[in-house]
């Protein structure tokens, strides 16, 4: 019998794929859940009862969190990466993750083939399918929810006529949780006009007034909150989630340019990837040079469009962590930021690599590194081939 190893969130899609692979094409049905910070330890465990109770020959559950951040997140970080000005990659990012650790699992169980549940109309069909394609290249890739067009009925009624009872009622938003970020759809995600409703976000606001939140950085990476140390930056993110996102920062809805040529929209909440881009890059702002700004705003820009299309796997993306890594060596301090509910303000930074510094000279006020003379010669030259310019094209006319 020929193994498939299926990518299993324990939803109607992949609980359909496990019995279809199964008693249609007689595929032995190894699941695999790709925990990315988005299930607690009851959630892992009902996930593996559902796939064991679907007849599956085994499930596995892989803990990716860590390792999410080590390969992802941390660049995303260094290169304060918002889609179009907005988004955290929450999604785009995890999938990769996701793909990565199922194709890697595809190969150690020696399977013939990899199944996931994508549709025909998003992102995460040409995400998945990329990273197997190159990862285990020989193996057949399956997904019967695109393939056979099916509507969520169709999914439903197949299921109950193999005894399959779960409760499969729509809810009327869905939720996708991952340690950066949850997205969140509905019907107002569906047209270009719409905010989400206040009962939609999976975070209640129920914080008021104000409060302080000081974020210690060490070479580009969050270690601790409010002086509170963490052994690694996942549990600090975590930490801060759940201390931020009861205010109800950080959410919104992105719009954006599917890799298959269609406009989308997203609710997302985020309160600790926003935060930590943030203040990251007004700690940036303060111990970087303007050319270091200057070229990392632009790579960084090219590296998350081209992580947000499933292109992960492309040495250029190692080029740029590397460059993204070497400009993080003086991104050390602590960032200040004021919470209030639905906004939140950054205060200023304190780090013994700040560039602003007195003894050089006080912006507006006066010069101590250097004299007025100095400024004069050098204000001269700086717009010398400009002044050049002029003058030529000037005589030029009169002639």
Known sequence: MKKVVLAFSGGLDTSYCAIYLSKELGYEVHTLTVNTGGFNNEEVKEIEKRALSLGVASHKTIDETKNYYEKVIKYLV???????????????????????????????????????????????????????????????????????????????????????????????????????????????????????????????????????????????????????????????????????????????????????????????????PVLIIKAHHALEKHVLTKWQMSWKDQLAQFYGNWLHEGQYLDPVMRDLEAFLSSSQQHVTGEVSITLHPYRFQINGIESKYDLMSAKFGKYGEMNLGWTGEDVKGFTKIFGNQASIYHQVSQEAEKS
């Open 78 to 272: 260094f290169g304060n990466v918002l889609k179009n000005g907005t988004y955290p990659l929450s999604v785009s990012a995890e999938r990769l993750s996701q793909a990565l650790a199922a194709a890697n699992y595809a190969n150690q169980l020696k399977a013939d083939a990899v199944a996931h549940g994508s549709t025909g109309a998003g992102n995460d069909q040409v995400r998945f399918d990329m990273v197997i394609q190159i990862l285990a290249p020989g193996l057949e890739i399956i997904t019967p929810i695109r393939d056979k067009k099916l509507s969520r009925e169709a999914e439903i009624d197949y299921l109950k006529s193999k005894g399959v009872a779960f409760n499969f009622e729509k809810a009327s938003y869905s939720i996708n949780k991952g340690i950066w970020g949850t997205s969140v759809g509905g019907k107002e995600t569906l047209r270009s006009l719409g905010m989400l409703p206040e009962e939609a976000w999976p975070t209640q606001v129920t914080k008021s007034g104000s409060e302080e939140v000081r974020l210690g950085f060490d070479k580009g990476e969050l270690t601790s909150v409010n002086q509170n140390k963490f052994s690694h930056p996942t549990e600090a993110i975590q930490y801060l989630q759940a201390f931020a996102g009861p205010f109800g920062i950080g959410r919104d809805i992105h719009v954006g340019d599917t890799i298959i040529g269609i406009k989308g929209r997203v609710g997302f909440e985020a309160a600790a």
